[in-house]
């Protein structure tokens, strides 16, 4: 980003980072604490997708407590939550059967009975309105691309990044600098992996006394089913098949609406052979008979991808830093086994408006929201994740077959007893150095897609409505341009070119040798690359504002 350029400058009592569930609902809750004091708080809220909703990626189905706290008459208000689950499935896959898992054997923490499948894209579409019914200003397009420090090292507020700069650095004739938005206090609510957030926690420190945090992909597909097929309500996640032992991860399935099936797979990203292609482990998992079934006659009509945090407890970091705060999945707030974040995101993002309202009534401004961690750690939030804070180090020390006993048994123990027979483990290395040298693996053979049940990268982002101004610098910016070739290629084989979903990586075979390209109008910002690269070569900036994907009932 240009630093000699003028920028005008906005100022707002709060800043918020994200429209997905976390920002718009601490918003919200901003506003509601305003009119119930007779004060007047101005929020803007910053969301670099087109649109609300473009860029948010979820299974979903998801616990109401979350909305219900934030707005308890919700249903009469219209949100986009009307099927409940009916029918809810545990399987362990084989190669081509499966076995079901009974329920009995899971706490009932885990069931999915009084939960609701939805498209979290309509669901944080219609929050915006209720936010901006409030009086919330939101910006699409217009991503925070620097966080702005004050003289004191504290946070001030954002920059959105600039308009009209071409591929090469020069100003076009349309160039617009980006303005600086200037906060009391600015609360981050990127999700995972958010580009601003990661700079914070450096610069802050805010992972010191922490694990690392872990992240999985998540890939998914939005599937109109052929009538028969559909079976509203219901439910099915799946371990095993086509995963290996040591690779975590597994499928999920949602029924809902009218004959659509949310269909995706998470793939941990701690993943130790090179020549893992998340994407080709999906496509591969929905030709298992059990998948299939639902699948044929139907038509895909969507595809996605994203990164979800995965640490749970142990990887949350301090939350709180002078001038804001972390919230949702920008801090990692996702239980693993229950497959469910939306929820205590739409918590956090009250507890941090709250936090936020009660310094503004005091007169503070860009202080530490010293009272919003606490409040978090004595919270459902909390102890939503340290009854499963074991869940994701047994499955990555142990292996999915010899954990998923043990992981039972520790949910068990937590639930009744309120107390873990393991403690409290804790992670290893970060994602990014798990990989072994491909010398020590065998590379994967995946069968080609059929076009029916099973599809490539492109034709899948075609679906996600992907699109980027082409002339622009590349927002997949690489520290040393020469380590994908050098370093990455000989030891790893070059993994970038299988972990993207997108095809956005690709070594080309030229005649002077193989050259690394990077294909970034394909990028639908899942921030895969930014976790996995072995070298962390890679780091993904924000691109012009509207671009990437543009997602539909996803």
Same mark, same amino acid.
């Given at each position: 980003?240009?630093?000699?350029?003028?920028?005008?400058?906005?100022?707002?009592?709060?800043?918020?980072?994200?429209?997905?569930?976390?920002?718009?609902?601490?918003?919200?809750?901003?506003?509601?604490?305003?009119?119930?004091?007779?004060?007047?708080?101005?929020?803007?809220?910053?969301?670099?997708?087109?649109?609300?909703?473009?860029?948010?990626?979820?299974?979903?189905?998801?616990?109401?407590?979350?909305?219900?706290?934030?707005?308890?008459?919700?249903?009469?208000?219209?949100?986009?939550?009307?099927?409940?689950? =009916?029918?809810?499935?545990?399987?362990?896959?084989?190669?081509?059967?499966?076995?079901?898992?009974?329920?009995?054997?899971?706490?009932?923490?885990?069931?999915?009975?009084?939960?609701?499948?939805?498209?979290?894209?309509?669901?944080?579409?219609?929050?915006?309105?209720?936010?901006?019914?409030?009086?919330?200003?939101?910006?699409?397009?217009?991503?925070?691309?620097?966080?702005?420090? *004050?003289?004191?090292?504290?946070?001030?507020?954002?920059?959105?990044?600039?308009?009209?700069?071409?591929?090469?650095?020069?100003?076009?004739?349309?160039? &617009?600098?980006?303005?600086?938005?200037?906060?009391?206090?600015?609360?981050?609510?990127?999700?995972?992996?958010?580009?601003?957030?990661?700079?914070?926690?450096?610069?802050?420190?805010?992972?010191?006394?922490?694990?690392?945090?872990?992240?999985?992909?998540?890939?998914?597909?939005?599937?109109?089913?052929?009538?028969?097929?559909?079976?509203?309500?219901?439910?099915?996640? =799946?371990?095993?098949?086509?995963?290996?032992?040591? &690779?975590?991860?597994?499928?999920?399935?949602?029924?809902?609406?009218?004959?659509?099936?949310?269909?995706?797979?998470?793939?941990?990203?701690?993943?130790?052979?090179?020549?893992?292609?998340?994407?080709?482990?999906?496509?591969?998992?929905?030709?298992?008979?059990?998948?299939?079934?639902?699948?044929?006659?139907?038509?895909?009509?969507?595809? *996605?991808?994203?990164?979800?945090?995965?640490?749970?407890?142990?990887?949350?970091?301090?939350?709180?830093?002078?001038?804001?705060?972390?919230?949702?999945?920008?801090?990692?707030?996702?239980?693993?086994?229950?497959?469910?974040?939306?929820?205590?995101?739409?918590?956090?993002?009250?507890? *941090?408006?709250?936090?936020?309202?009660?310094?503004?009534?005091?007169?503070?401004?860009?202080?530490?929201?010293?009272?919003?961690?606490?409040?978090?750690?004595?919270?459902?939030?909390?102890?939503?994740?340290?009854?499963?804070?074991?869940?994701?180090?047994?499955?990555?020390?142990?292996?999915?077959?010899?954990?998923?006993?043990?992981?039972?048994?520790?949910?068990?123990?937590?639930?009744?007893?309120?107390?873990?027979?393991? *403690?409290?483990?804790?992670?290893?290395?970060?994602?990014?150095?798990?990989?072994?040298?491909?010398?020590?693996?065998?590379?994967?053979?995946?069968?080609?897609?059929?076009?029916?049940?099973?599809?490539?990268?492109?034709?899948?982002?075609?679906?996600?409505? =992907?699109?980027?101004?082409?002339?622009?610098?590349?927002?997949?910016?690489?520290?040393?341009?020469?380590?994908?070739?050098?370093?990455?290629?000989?030891?790893?084989?070059?993994?970038?070119?299988?972990?993207?979903?997108?095809?956005?990586?690709?070594?080309?075979?030229?005649?002077?040798?193989?050259?690394?390209?990077?294909?970034?109008?394909?990028?639908?910002?899942?921030? =895969?690359?930014?976790?996995?690269?072995?070298?962390?070569?890679?780091?993904?900036? &924000?691109?012009?504002?509207?671009?990437?994907?543009?997602?539909?009932?996803?």
């Amino acid at each position: 980003m240009a630093e000699d350029v003028q920028r005008e400058s906005m100022e707002y009592d709060v800043v918020i980072v994200g429209a997905g569930p976390a920002g718009l609902s601490a918003a919200i809750r901003l506003k509601q604490l305003a009119a119930e004091a007779g004060k007047e708080v101005s929020v803007c809220v910053l969301e670099k997708g087109s649109e609300v909703g473009a860029h948010i990626l979820s299974g979903a189905v998801i616990d109401p407590v979350g909305i219900e706290a934030l707005i308890p008459d919700w249903k009469e208000k219209g949100a986009p939550a009307d099927t409940p689950v =009916t029918d809810d499935r545990f399987y362990f896959l084989g190669h081509s059967g499966s076995i079901r898992i009974p329920h009995f054997l899971f706490p009932p923490f885990m069931s999915n009975h009084g939960n609701y499948i939805v498209s979290l894209s309509n669901l944080c579409k219609w929050l915006g309105q209720q936010a901006e019914a409030l009086g919330v200003e939101i910006y699409p397009g217009f991503p925070a691309a620097a966080v702005v420090y *004050g003289d004191r090292g504290e946070v001030r507020g954002v920059t959105t990044g600039d308009l009209g700069v071409a591929k090469d650095g020069h100003h076009k004739p349309d160039f &617009t600098p980006g303005m600086n938005l200037l906060g009391k206090y600015t609360l981050f609510a990127e999700g995972a992996r958010g580009s601003c957030s990661k700079q914070l926690i450096k610069k802050f420190s805010l992972h010191e006394g922490h694990d690392p945090q872990k992240f999985g992909i998540g890939l998914k597909e939005l599937w109109e089913l052929a009538p028969g097929k559909h079976k509203k309500g219901l439910v099915a996640h =799946t371990m095993g098949w086509p995963l290996s032992n040591d &690779t975590g991860g597994g499928l999920f399935m949602y029924h809902w609406g009218e004959n659509f099936c949310s269909i995706g797979f998470v793939v941990h990203l701690n993943y130790s052979n090179p020549y893992i292609s998340p994407f080709d482990e999906f496509q591969r998992v929905k030709t298992h008979p059990l998948i299939r079934q639902y699948l044929e006659g139907g038509k895909r009509v969507g595809y *996605g991808a994203r990164a979800i945090t995965e640490g749970g407890a142990q990887s949350v970091p301090t939350l709180a830093f002078p001038g804001g705060a972390l919230i949702g999945c920008a801090a990692g707030f996702v239980n693993l086994p229950r497959i469910k974040g939306s929820h205590n995101a739409i918590l956090t993002g009250i507890m *941090g408006a709250e936090s936020a309202f009660a310094a503004l009534a005091a007169g503070r401004a860009n202080d530490v929201l010293d009272d919003y961690e606490p409040a978090v750690k004595q919270s459902v939030v909390w102890k939503d994740l340290w009854r499963v804070r074991n869940i994701k180090p047994l499955w990555s020390k142990l292996g999915s077959v010899l954990s998923l006993p043990l992981m039972g048994l520790d949910m068990w123990t937590n639930q009744l007893f309120g107390f873990s027979l393991f *403690g409290t483990l804790h992670h290893g290395k970060a994602d990014y150095a798990t990989l072994r040298h491909a010398s020590e693996c065998k590379p994967i053979n995946y069968p080609k897609p059929d076009g029916v049940i099973s599809f490539d990268k492109l034709s899948s982002v075609f679906l996600s409505n =992907t699109n980027h101004e082409e002339d622009q610098p590349v927002h997949l910016v690489l520290k040393d341009p020469t380590i994908p070739i050098r370093v990455n290629l000989p030891e790893y084989a070059e993994p970038a070119q299988r972990y993207c979903p997108a095809g956005v990586y690709e070594i080309v075979q030229e005649a002077s040798g193989p050259r690394f390209q990077i294909n970034a109008q394909n990028c639908v910002h899942c921030k =895969t690359c930014d976790i996995k690269d072995p070298e962390q070569n890679i780091n993904w900036v &924000t691109p012009e504002g509207g671009g990437g994907p543009n997602y539909i009932n996803m």
